[in-house]
Each structure stands twice: as structure tokens, then as C-alpha cells.
């Protein structure tokens, strides 16, 4: 193995690592918190006055997107990250693979600027497992962004970009002296 593939094999590797963990710590927080969904928000260790107030957050009226529990929503988001950021999925060089696993991550982070800005400007309420859970989500996006271009090809026969047609720009050696008439 020849160093270039050396250190894109160890940037997937840790890329794989350090993903994997974080889907690991986002399905347990998530799970956390559909249990106190479908059981009773007063599990949660969390206050339930003042600024943090998991209860407030976890019951409103924003706690659901189309009849589902955000919490369920950040679950099957996780258990999917952690399939996509498998080491057999880093270690592919699967374009179409690498784009829907950063699309993925960058999607999880959108969802998780309209959730802090409900918390804060709706609500006026946070819930420190959702802070958790949307800590873990931009740093699992970061991670996928970083592991993304440490193992970017820079092969040009592996890369499947079509660049057009190839236009030849001669150099002052084959350019002809005009003649006069």
C-alpha cells in the first residue's frame, strides 16, 4: 500500500471511529428520551422550572414534526447515521455513499438550528438531553465533513467528473506566423 492510500485508509479508519461513537452516543440520548416520551417526561433527570426545563420542551407542541415524536425522528436519524458511517461505508469510495452520508449530516444539523431557535425564542425553555443530542449532531457532522476530504480521491482516474470537452490552447511553438497577402 502506497502512502497516499496509507493515510486515506487511517483518515477512514478514525473517520469510522470517531462517527461511530457519536451515533452510539446519539441512538442511547435519543432513546432516552423516547422512553420518557412514551412513558412520562418526569423520568427525565432534568428541572422542570425555569430555563432548563426538559418537560416543557419535551411536551409542547414542537416536541412532534407530522405526528411524530422529534425524539423518535432523532432516533431512526442516528440508528441510519451509524449504518452510512459503518467502516465499510467509509472505507467505500462510492461517491453517491460519501454524498448522502454528509447531505445526512448537514440535514441533521438544519433540523438542529430550528431546534435550538424553538428552545430558545418559542419556548423560552431547554432541555439539557436535547442540548446533548444537538452537541453530538453537529460534532458528527463535523467529523463526516473533515473525514469526507481527508479521504477525498485525488486520483483523476477515480474521479467520475465529466469536465466537457477537452479545448487545446496552442503554445507560442505551434502557433503558425500569419502571412501577409
Not at 425522528?73 to 440508528?79: E, I, N, Q
Request: charged share 15%; hydrophobic share 50%; glycine share 6%.
Amino acid at each position: 500500500m502506497d502512502p497516499a492510500d496509507q493515510g486515506t485508509h487511517r483518515a477512514a479508519t478514525w473517520s469510522a471511529v470517531v462517527s461511530g461513537l457519536l451515533c452510539l452516543a446519539g441512538i442511547a440520548v435519543a432513546a432516552y428520551l423516547t422512553y420518557a416520551h412514551y412513558t412520562t417526561a418526569k423520568v427525565l433527570a432534568c428541572s422542570d422550572k425555569g430555563l432548563v426545563n426538559c418537560a416543557k420542551v419535551t411536551t409542547s407542541s414542537y416536541s412532534r414534526i407530522f405526528g411524530v415524536p422529534v425524539s423518535v425522528t432523532g432516533l431512526a436519524y442516528f440508528v441510519a447515521m451509524a449504518v452510512l458511517c459503518s467502516p465499510w461505508a467509509w472505507w467505500s469510495a462510492n461517491r453517491w455513499l460519501r454524498g448522502v452520508r454528509l447531505a445526512a449530516s448537514a440535514s441533521g444539523v438544519a433540523l438542529v438550528v430550528w431546534l435550538v431557535y424553538v428552545e430558545l425564542f418559542r419556548l423560552d425553555a431547554i432541555c439539557l438531553y436535547c442540548t446533548a443530542v444537538h452537541v453530538i449532531t453537529v460534532l458528527l457532522f463535523i467529523t463526516i465533513a473533515l473525514g469526507t476530504a481527508a479521504t477525498a480521491s485525488t486520483d483523476p482516474d477515480e474521479a467520475d467528473v465529466d469536465e466537457g470537452p477537452e479545448t487545446v490552447v496552442p503554445t507560442p511553438r505551434q502557433a503558425q506566423p500569419a502571412t501577409e497577402i
